[in-house]
């Protein structure tokens, strides 16, 4: 059971717009603690999408957006594209444990 | 650019050891946080802990409290795991990763490419 819930699957069509949710507790995500987001292609090592809730890395489109409020994060992706379909993660810090934690993961299909 | 090569998959026996090696090039290693990072089989991210470069000090996540080992060599700018103890659930793919603006904004920057290990009965 991960710390942080994410849905386990979501999809959308090209040129859709989607949503993947992050929900967390008042020791990580409610804590202030930034929420950091990872896209997993299959076969690839995870690479940085989102960090600091809202900040794109360079090189990474402005289809991607994060956002946080309250106790959750969310990651937004517009115009999807066939590239688009991977495994999607968050992760955060947690005062209680003293730990990083990540969300279980979300697998997004672009039908 | 930022590279961090890790060392080949490992096949090992039940209550073996494996240790697996992480280089890192293109930044100063010793600026940066090394963690490590591991993924079963259909499973998602589990963080290991992680090693300061510059001191050797460690961190380890409770789950890996007195089997796993984070060591470092400066002189090559390399990061090591070592899991001693080794049980067929740990069969994963462990990942060397550096920590994005040295320590202290848990975010991962740049990842290696993974090393599976897998333990047999």
């Known amino acids: 059971q991960s710390v942080l819930t994410q849905p386990p699957s979501v999809s959308g069509a090209p040129g859709q717009r989607v949503t993947i949710s992050c929900t967390g507790s008042?020791?990580?995500?409610?804590?202030?603690?930034?929420v950091h987001w990872y896209q997993h292609l299959p076969g690839t090592a995870p690479k940085l999408l989102i960090y600091?809730?809202?900040n794109r890395p360079s090189g990474v489109p402005d289809r991607f957006s994060g956002s946080k409020s309250g106790t959750s994060a969310s990651l937004a992706i517009t115009g999807l594209q066939a590239e688009d379909e991977a495994h999607y993660y968050c992760?955060?810090?947690?005062?209680?444990?003293?730990?990083?934690?990540f969300g279980g993961g979300t697998k997004l299909t672009v039908l | 650019q930022v590279q961090l090569v890790q060392s080949g998959a490992e096949v090992k026996k039940a209550g073996a050891s494996v240790k697996v090696s992480c280089k890192a090039s293109?930044?100063?290693?010793?600026?940066?946080?090394v963690h490590w990072v591991r993924q079963a089989p259909g499973q998602g991210l589990e963080w290991m802990g992680w090693?300061?470069?510059?001191?050797?000090?460690?961190y380890y996540a409770q789950n890996f409290h007195g089997w796993v080992t984070m060591t470092r060599d400066t002189s090559i700018g390399t990061a090591y795991v070592e899991l001693s103890r080794l049980r067929s659930d740990d069969t994963a793919v462990y990942y060397c990763?550096?920590?994005?603006?040295?320590?202290?904004?848990?975010?991962?920057?740049?990842w290696g490419q993974g090393t599976l290990v897998t333990v047999s009965s």
């Open positions: 600091g809730n809202t």
């Open positions: 992760q955060s810090y947690d005062s209680g444990l003293s730990a990083w934690v």
């Open positions: 008042s020791s990580n995500i409610g804590a202030t603690y930034d």
């Open positions: 090693i300061n470069p510059s001191s050797g000090g460690t």
């Open positions: 990763v550096r920590e994005r603006g040295g320590s202290g904004t848990y975010c991962i920057d740049y």
């Open positions: 293109g930044y100063t290693f010793t600026d940066y946080y």
